[in-house]
């Protein structure tokens, strides 16, 4: 299994971590004026190119697209060379990338339903959820994270949501009578600082999955990943969508769970250390409702799903074989 991505993506971190090799791609987007966009149309053209080179060395029976600037040129190599593709899109509304990859797609998975509108060949199949998040318990997770509950998880992002960032920061300095795990990101991390034992502020983790057992609230971004790790772990969120989101689409993935009762919504421009702090604390205080958005949130977990997607990719590899 061979991967390709961006050099400036989080890929380039967590792919070779894994255990993997990746091809990484110097990839820009299109933001910023003609200049900008002339050079950005170059390096995808030399990505394709070299995205044909690599799948002529390696000789896959199929290829994946999961969306990005780095996943286009890879199908369109692929079906430049009839190599069977397939495309994952996360989101309920897709980007441009994925629009554009969707014509060069044999199928595209889908992660919602509702983003079958704007795309063609689709089949609904969930969002690939790591195992540990289904199977990690509670009560391991508080003994290996050291954590005194009831806990509450701030993430706002790999990168951090700064807003968010500030507000939790000053929101939960004072706060001892729960732990408050804020992950702020690398970007916004040496922007925070606590001396309260039981606000821990971290740069990033590896495994979110200790860290969503281990909480009774859940306060975070409504990217895909985010979202389905939640419900994976069947936990009490609090949404704020990122309001600058490409076609708005991180309210419209936070719409498919507070419109089924499973979380709850925090418009962005709402978010100050004040109305945090009392949402959570409203959460912690009723144990009925906490549990109610809980159990739906899990009930929209797509176990099944890496599963769906791994079948889809080995079926078309045997009838190469064939």
Known sequence: MEFVGSVSGIEADLVPRAGYSLHALPLRGLAGGPRDRIRAGLLFLR?????????????????LGVGGYASAPAVMAARSLRVPTFLHEQNSVPGRVNRVSSRFAGEVLLTFPAAARYLRRTTVVGMPTRRELFDTSREAALDKLGLEPPVVLIFGGSGGALRINLAAGEAFRGTTEYTVAQIAGRRDFPRLS?????????????????????????????????LFDAAAAGRASILIPYPYATGDHQLHNARYFTERGAAELLPDKEVSPGVLRARVEDLLDDDQRRKELADRMGSLATPAAADEVAERLLSVAALQKE
Request: positive net charge.
């Open 194 to 226: 606590t001396d309260n034992p039981r606000h821990r502020i971290l740069e990033y983790v590896d495994d979110m999955w200790h860290y969503l057992a281990a909480a009774d609230v859940v306060v975070i971004r409504s990217g895909a990943g985010s």
């Open 47 to 63: 990505a394709t190119a070299r995205c044909r080179k690599i799948i002529r060395q390696f000789r896959p029976a199929a290829v």
